[in-house]
């Protein structure tokens, strides 16, 4: 089901501030917003969703790893 998010919603999901929303989207690197009504937007979930699917995998750094490899090996 597609829903319109606010803001704080968007801020929620994507782990962002208002001011990066704004300026990815300014960008035009994070879906656009939509005007509701004469003092709101939102956005669609449905884009949202698609923006953060889109987003690469993190990969851990070297010393991350390392210490993971140290960890599963008992050390």
Do not use: C, H, N
Not at 14 to 27: A, F, K, N
């Amino acid at each position: 089901m597609m829903r319109i998010l606010r803001t704080d919603e968007v801020t929620e999901r994507t782990g962002l501030s208002r001011s990066s929303i704004w300026r990815l989207e300014r960008d035009g690197v994070f879906p656009a917003r939509r005007q509701i009504s004469a003092k709101a937007v939102g956005w669609l979930s449905s884009d949202i969703e698609r923006w953060i699917e889109s987003l690469p995998k993190a990969t851990p750094s070297p010393e991350m790893a390392e210490r993971v490899r140290r960890e599963a090996q008992g050390q």
